[in-house]
Protein backbone atom coordinates (compact mmCIF):
# COMPACT_ATOMS: atom_id res chain seq x y z
CA UNK A 1 0.00 0.00 0.00
CA UNK A 2 1.53 3.45 -0.68
CA UNK A 3 0.88 5.04 2.50
CA UNK A 4 2.48 2.62 4.09
CA UNK A 5 5.41 3.07 1.63
CA UNK A 6 5.61 7.00 2.60
CA UNK A 7 5.25 6.28 6.28
CA UNK A 8 8.32 3.84 6.25
CA UNK A 9 10.09 6.47 4.07
CA UNK A 10 9.60 9.16 6.16
CA UNK A 11 11.24 7.30 9.27
CA UNK A 12 13.84 5.97 7.50
CA UNK A 13 14.63 9.86 6.38
CA UNK A 14 14.16 11.81 9.37
CA UNK A 15 17.04 13.67 9.03
CA UNK A 16 16.80 14.63 5.46
CA UNK A 17 16.20 18.60 5.72
CA UNK A 18 14.23 18.04 2.57
CA UNK A 19 11.39 16.04 3.72
CA UNK A 20 8.30 18.21 3.16
CA UNK A 21 5.49 17.12 2.27
CA UNK A 22 5.79 18.47 -1.41
CA UNK A 23 9.37 16.15 -1.49
CA UNK A 24 6.83 13.21 -0.69
CA UNK A 25 4.35 13.33 -2.73
CA UNK A 26 7.06 14.04 -5.55
CA UNK A 27 9.19 11.09 -4.46
CA UNK A 28 6.13 8.88 -4.87
CA UNK A 29 5.05 9.73 -7.65
CA UNK A 30 1.89 11.46 -6.28
CA UNK A 31 0.73 14.98 -5.46
CA UNK A 32 0.26 17.17 -2.87
CA UNK A 33 -3.56 16.59 -3.12
CA UNK A 34 -3.18 13.09 -3.13
CA UNK A 35 -0.42 12.18 -0.12
CA UNK A 36 -2.80 15.00 2.00
CA UNK A 37 -6.04 12.19 0.86
CA UNK A 38 -3.66 8.88 1.68
CA UNK A 39 -3.10 10.58 5.04
CA UNK A 40 -6.85 11.05 6.05
CA UNK A 41 -6.88 7.04 6.07
CA UNK A 42 -4.64 7.45 9.54
CA UNK A 43 -6.57 10.66 10.26
CA UNK A 44 -3.75 13.15 10.41
CA UNK A 45 -2.24 15.53 7.79
CA UNK A 46 1.02 14.58 6.00
CA UNK A 47 2.93 17.76 7.84
CA UNK A 48 1.33 16.20 11.27
CA UNK A 49 3.08 13.05 10.39
CA UNK A 50 6.22 14.22 9.89
CA UNK A 51 6.20 16.47 13.28
CA UNK A 52 4.56 13.26 15.12
CA UNK A 53 7.73 11.20 13.48
CA UNK A 54 10.30 13.89 14.37
CA UNK A 55 8.97 14.65 17.85
CA UNK A 56 9.04 10.22 18.44
CA UNK A 57 12.74 10.31 17.44
CA UNK A 58 13.75 13.01 19.71
CA UNK A 59 11.96 11.56 22.51
CA UNK A 60 14.17 8.43 21.80
CA UNK A 61 16.78 10.71 21.69
CA UNK A 62 16.29 12.00 25.07
CA UNK A 63 15.95 8.51 26.35
CA UNK A 64 19.34 7.38 25.37
CA UNK A 65 22.43 8.00 27.09
CA UNK A 66 24.46 8.27 24.34
CA UNK A 67 22.95 11.57 23.74
CA UNK A 68 22.76 12.69 27.65
CA UNK A 69 25.47 15.54 26.66
CA UNK A 70 24.04 16.41 23.84
CA UNK A 71 21.85 19.70 23.93
CA UNK A 72 18.37 19.78 23.11
CA UNK A 73 19.27 22.40 20.59
CA UNK A 74 21.42 19.80 18.90
CA UNK A 75 18.36 16.60 19.39
CA UNK A 76 16.20 19.55 17.79
CA UNK A 77 18.17 20.14 14.61
CA UNK A 78 19.21 16.35 14.08
CA UNK A 79 15.48 15.96 13.56
CA UNK A 80 15.44 18.85 11.64
CA UNK A 81 13.20 21.47 13.86
CA UNK A 82 14.89 24.36 12.50
CA UNK A 83 13.77 26.87 15.31
CA UNK A 84 14.28 25.68 19.31
CA UNK A 85 10.98 27.18 20.51
CA UNK A 86 9.50 25.39 18.11
CA UNK A 87 10.47 22.37 19.25
CA UNK A 88 9.94 23.13 22.59
CA UNK A 89 6.19 24.05 22.00
CA UNK A 90 5.66 21.19 19.75
CA UNK A 91 7.24 18.48 22.18
CA UNK A 92 5.44 20.06 25.48
CA UNK A 93 2.21 19.64 23.27
CA UNK A 94 2.64 16.39 22.54
CA UNK A 95 4.83 14.89 25.50
CA UNK A 96 3.24 17.69 28.49
CA UNK A 97 6.42 18.42 28.94
CA UNK A 98 9.41 19.89 27.81
CA UNK A 99 12.01 17.97 26.24
CA UNK A 100 14.57 19.09 29.13
CA UNK A 101 11.90 17.71 31.67
CA UNK A 102 11.74 14.52 29.45
CA UNK A 103 14.78 14.24 29.30
CA UNK A 104 15.61 14.27 33.74
CA UNK A 105 12.34 11.95 34.17
CA UNK A 106 13.41 9.19 31.29
CA UNK A 107 17.11 9.10 31.16
CA UNK A 108 18.26 5.51 31.19
CA UNK A 109 21.98 5.33 32.49
CA UNK A 110 23.24 1.75 31.60
CA UNK A 111 24.87 1.37 35.03
CA UNK A 112 26.20 3.00 38.12
CA UNK A 113 28.45 6.32 37.29
CA UNK A 114 32.20 5.60 38.22
Known amino acids: ?26 RHHVSVRQTYSLSERIGTTPGAYLREQRLLAARTMLSDPRYDRRPVSSIAAAVRFRDLNAFERAFRRQYGTTPAGWRREHLQHSGPLL
Open 1 to 26: MLLDVMRTHVRKHLADPELRVEELAR
